[in-house]
């Protein structure tokens, strides 16, 4: 893992103590207030796309969304802080590409530093993101001095990976066995863990003997030579991680809806099926608006998950877009609810909210 996380829960076990009920309390607590705190860019962000109306019906799908409450205290893992830092850097973009300021740059990209060293993965999400606002604002000097900032950010981390594995490793060196172990000849759909060192001796032995770097060159090796050899499973594995991702962890919706007895189940698997359909709906609106902040939103669905599609599908792994659908769903809703105040038509770039004045003033 990148060092953030670990480093603050070595804060909180250094003063409660080693894998100890109280700094369980501390870690859990830290993680609520990670959580409850993504309802501040969440807002500013969904003022900035579409006003008042959209920034309030976001901050309470937010409030009550089922993932958002259960991940943060479920397991002790950087999720609810990937997603604070997620859709900081959302709103951080709507925000820069209309700054000309070079400070608010170089605070753009150590933001971007801090996410990647929270959570690598929201590195598919630089391009996109950093590409759009200097396209859009046209200031590649300051775009320049962002990138360098991120570089800055994780130089390091990536020096100490070379000094510990003699290799470059820039954040992660575990790509390989995630790709591995979903792809390969027992690999199944819901993945419980099998074949992982931390869990198979054989495996974990083999880890020992090899050194990390070789292992995870073997595996990669493996997993690709599968892929490409069965299109058949993979392509079976492939859909079921998408079902997976989209409907909250598990890859039978249906199913698992008419036959469990449990409420709040029946309740978590719909709040994520209607969070994947309105954050479809709102990309589509979006762009059918004209807003020039669609590219930035369709993004995090769009370009996020594929890594998961290939390797494994949990449901914390998508909960650094998780507070992006929500805004997209609170998009879709608020074009749903009829209204005379309504304008369809938005404002050019660099007005602040995507909507037209009328519709600011009265959402």
Not at 278 to 295: D, T
Not at 312 to 326: A, F, K, V
Request: charged share 15%.
């Amino acid at each position: 893992m990148t060092p953030l996380y670990p480093l603050l829960l070595s804060w909180i076990m250094r003063m409660f103590g080693v894998y100890t009920y109280n700094s369980w309390v501390a870690a859990v607590c830290m993680n609520i207030c990670f959580s409850t705190l993504v309802c501040v860019p969440v807002y500013f962000a969904g003022k900035r796309i579409g006003g008042t109306a959209v920034a309030a019906i976001a901050a309470w799908l937010w409030a009550i969304f089922p993932n958002a409450i259960l991940l943060s205290f479920q397991s002790l893992w950087d999720t609810s802080l990937s997603a604070l830092l997620g859709i900081s850097v959302v709103w951080a973009t709507l925000r820069v590409r209309d700054s000309k300021r070079p400070v608010e740059w170089w605070a753009y990209g150590l933001l971007w530093g801090a996410a990647l060293m929270a959570n690598a993965s929201l590195l598919s999400l630089l391009p996109p993101l950093l590409g759009w606002a200097v396209w859009k604002s046209r200031d590649f000097r300051n775009g320049a001095l962002a990138l360098g900032m991120v570089a800055l950010c994780c130089l390091p981390w990536t020096v100490r990976n070379y000094r510990v594995f003699h290799a470059l490793v820039p954040l992660r060196s575990v790509l390989g066995l995630q790709l591995w172990v979903g792809n390969n000849p027992d690999a199944k759909v819901v993945w419980l863990g099998e074949q992982h060192p931390i869990h198979d001796s054989s495996e974990r032995d083999r880890y020992v003997q090899m050194g990390e770097i070789a292992y995870m060159k073997e595996k990669l090796d493996n997993a690709t030579a599968y892929i490409f050899t069965h299109p058949a499973h993979e392509s079976q594995l492939i859909a079921g991680r998408f079902t997976m991702f989209w409907a909250g962890g598990t890859p039978h919706p249906l199913d698992d809806f008419l036959h469990s007895k449990s409420v709040w189940f029946r309740y978590v698997l719909i709040f994520n099926l209607i969070a994947a359909a309105g954050a479809l709906a709102g990309i589509v609106l979006l762009f059918r608006a004209g807003s020039p902040y669609s590219l930035p939103m369709a993004a995090g669905p769009i370009v996020f998950p594929f890594a998961y599609y290939m390797t494994l599908s949990l449901p914390r792994y998508r909960h650094p877009i998780d507070p992006t659908l929500m805004l997209l769903l609170a998009f879709a809703i608020w074009r749903a609810i009829p209204s005379h105040e309504k304008n369809n038509r938005l404002v050019p770039p660099g007005r602040g909210h995507a909507l037209s004045r009328k519709a600011r003033v009265r959402p």
